[in-house]
């Protein structure tokens, strides 16, 4: 059982919406990540947040807005998007220290 | 992340054998690796690790070797499941500020009755 949650499992919007996927994590680790994964392809690093702070944005156009308002949550916001951004959307959290990183289920997003 | 074609390489292996998944990784200064399983509709879920001080790490009827020499990872499953069905990546720590993870392209465990 994962200790990253993340919802909602699935999403479907038109490009003129805006939407929100939450992730929690109860384990206590001070970094949080966003990934996206397109089929049959490895996950990409999209932001990571270190302390509540963003330290790493992966050139993300600025429709995908990322927010940490604690140490347990993490939110992207979602506006204007394309349907190439259609991908099922990863959170994850782990300890910069001890390197692991632990994966949430998931958000599977349809763009219509 | 690193990605290749569309086609997902393909292991295919009698259920009871063992199963060995490569992996080659790009960064000689990486210490640190990951095994990751993933099931279909699920997210990335954490086998094992190992850090570049260690040839070979024991789990539960999992082993990862690594070769540092020629920058080589794999993953040894033993007397393999039709549970253990699932894609497989392996992950490089990029040992820089970012702790960033460096994904591999991914192989597909398929496992026969």
């Known amino acids: 059982d994962t200790e990253v949650t993340q919802t909602p499992k699935h999403l479907v919007m038109g490009m003129t919406n805006k939407k929100s996927l939450k992730c929690e994590q109860h384990?206590?680790?001070?970094?949080m990540y966003w990934y996206k994964q397109k089929a049959k392809k490895p996950p990409e690093l999209m932001f990571v947040?270190?302390?509540?702070?963003?330290?790493i944005n992966e050139s993300v156009p600025s429709r995908f807005s990322p927010e940490c308002p604690n140490s347990s949550l993490l939110n992207l916001h979602l506006h204007a998007l394309q349907p190439e951004d259609s991908a099922l959307y990863l959170c994850?959290?782990?300890?910069?220290?001890?390197?692991?990183?632990?994966f949430g289920p998931g958000t599977r997003l349809l763009v219509l | 992340g690193e990605s290749v074609g569309l086609h997902l390489p393909t292991l295919s292996v009698q259920e009871g054998d063992n199963s060995i998944i490569n992996c080659a990784y790009s960064?000689?200064?990486?210490?640190?690796f990951i095994w990751y399983k993933q099931e279909s509709g699920k997210g990335p879920q954490f086998i094992i690790d190992?850090?570049?001080?260690?040839d070979k790490r024991q789990g539960q009827r999992v082993t990862v070797l690594l070769n540092k020499t020629v920058k080589h990872l794999s993953l040894q499953i033993a007397a393999t499941q039709p549970g253990d069905s699932a894609v497989y990546f392996c992950?490089?720590?990029?040992?820089?500020?970012?702790?960033?993870?460096?994904f591999g392209s991914g192989t597909r465990l398929l496992v026969r009755p």
């Open positions: 384990m206590g680790h001070r970094a």
């Open positions: 960064n000689s200064a990486s210490d640190y």
């Open positions: 994850a959290a782990g300890d910069r220290g001890l390197e692991t990183q632990y």
């Open positions: 947040y270190s302390y509540e702070k963003l330290s």
């Open positions: 992950a490089e720590n990029a040992m820089d500020s970012s702790y960033k993870l460096i």
């Open positions: 190992i850090r570049s001080n260690m």
